[in-house]
Each structure stands twice: as structure tokens, then as C-alpha cells.
């Protein structure tokens, strides 16, 4: 008998896949493709146009990860000469994404965490407060994972303002659930922005691995010097283009999501659980207690779901991913049965 495929739920990934488009791209690339070096060309003129900046004020990334760290390295010599001693630091808003700290602290970065008021709020005056004249890096992610909650242009606005010698990384993994975006006139107006967009989530490229960070040519272009020359893989950029190409597929996705999250709500309110209005493919709830070993238990079941419940603020929290509506309604099914079963 086969195994029982895993249904993974604890990654926020596309769990429809990639577009067939992707597929029949990738299947088209010769033996010359594969042993050239990459042109980015192509790849790069349609992602600009897809986020509407010119090409210019756009880079690739290795995935949007790669794209942080990029970020944190440029950081280090980023506005003000630091004072003779100390590293710079770096403002990570909790309860965040964990590469926020991971690559902060691998360009030998200080970390300091500024963790989010009740109900998952954006901290602004926290935030404020938490500049110094050593501060060169904040971490805004919009929206939040894992809470899913937003952030308003007007707080980011605000943080670049009273931050000028400090690069704020805005990652927007999760734009295209959300209908929100800070690329526009904002990033002329605070060169230093810099946002960050990923293409694992809504368009199903996680494995392949592509990103891009978006900001003005005179901040972008020191990141992109740093960076090696092809870091982004031939089969990448190709299947971007193909992704980019059919936004049909990305929409229908991001569709299935916002029916999944209203699964999930109503679910919820049944069981009498607390959840938080999510914008993102995915939802934090509170199970209790109980957290660790209902997420194990959906393990043994095969069903993969993120125990959240050691993150500042999450007591007793999972992360469920929120994509194609059959996959929500057998993990909430299967909930439903893990929390019924009698403790052994």
C-alpha cells in the first residue's frame, strides 16, 4: 500500500501548484538553456511591469530570503557612519517572520524586538521609540505572518520618515491576497524603502526559488552590485516569465484563499475559538492549551499544520494555511476529530 500523501498546510503554499503554463516552460528549456548562463532580461522586464516600476528599480532574488539578507549585508554601511564601536541594528516587529532576526544577526547585526500591542496591532509608536542612532534596519512585514494583520501606508510612511538612515525592508510575501502594496510614489518620496515580493505563495513557484526587491535605482543598485552575477537560476527566471503570463491561474488561487479564510472564521465561531481576520493564505488560531498536541495529532493524520504557540504573543496558537477550499475543509474535518478524541 502507498503512503498517505501529507497534506502541507504549515508552509503557506500553493497547494494547487504551479500554473500548467510554469510546467510547459520548464519542459521547453534545451540542453544549450541549461548550460548557458541565465539572461534575466525577459524576467526582469515582465516582473517590473507586473509590480509597475521600471525595470530599473527593480532585482531578482534567490527567493525572497535571499533578498533579506541582501538587504541586512547593504544595511551595514547603509546612511551615517556607526561610531567606532558596536554593529548597527536591526528593528524586528514580533511576533515576525523568523529570517527577519536570521539574517539581521548573520550580517552581524543587533537585534531588537519591538513586540506588537493587543490584537496584533501595528506597534507605531513602539516602533518610533525604538530608533536610535544605531538603528540602520527595520523589518515591516505586510501583511504580518503569522497573524496575517496589516499595516497601514500611512504607519509605514511614517517609520521611513523618522528612520532616513535606515533601510525599512517592507516584505510583501503576501500582496497579492491582501490587494496592497507600498510600490508607488512612496518609495521616490523615502528612498529608503525597500519592499520585498515573493512568487512561492500566490503563483506556486516556492520551489524554484524567485523573488525581487523593489526600491529606488540609487538603493537598489549598491544591493545589487553585492549580490553574485547569476544568483538566480536559469529555470527561475523561466518559469517567472510563464507565471507572470497567466495571471488567471494566480487570481483563481488567491480566490480559493479568501473562500479558505472564511472557512476557517466560521469554524472558529462554531467552536468558539479565537482567530484574527487574516489577509494573507493563512489564519492564526488559538486552540488553547492543547496547541502542540493537536498539531501532532494532524501530523499522525497526515495533515501539516504550524504550532505557533512559542512566537511572543501566540500562547496556544497554529498557523492554518488557507489555499484551495476541498484541502480546508478535510484539515478542518480532521480538526474537528482530533479535538473530539478522548486524551490517551
Known sequence: MEPRPQLRLHLNENTAGCSPAVVAALRAMTEEDVARYPDYNRAIADCARYVGVPASWLMLTNGLDDGLHAVANRARTFGPVLPASGAFEAIVIEPAFEMFGAAAEAADGVVVRVEMTGGFAFPLEAVLGALMPRTRLIFINDPNN?????????????VAAAAPGALVLVDEAYAEFSGRTVIGPILEQHPNLVVGRSFAKSHGLAGLRIGALVGHPDTIEPIRRRQPPFHVNAFAAQALVAALADPGHAAWFVAQAA???????????????????????????????????????????????????????????????????????VCLAALDEVRSAPCR
Do not use: H
Not at 503569522?146 to 511614517?158: K, L
Open 146 to 158: 503569522p497573524t496575517g494583520r496589516g499595516v497601514e501606508r500611512q504607519a509605514i510612511e511614517r
Open 259 to 329: 473562500e479558505s479564510r472564511q472557512l476557517i472564521y466560521d469554524w472558529c465561531r462554531r467552536n468558539g475559538l479565537v482567530c484574527w481576520p487574516s489577509e494573507a493564505n493563512f489564519v492564526l488560531v488559538r486552540i488553547g492549551p492543547s496547541a502542540s498536541a493537536v498539531t501532532s495529532a494532524m501530523a499522525a493524520r497526515g495533515i501539516l499544520i504550524r504550532d505557533k504557540s512559542s512566537a511572543p504573543g501566540c500562547d496556544g496558537c497554529v498557523r492554518l494555511a488557507a489555499g484551495v477550499v476541498e484541502d480546508t475543509r
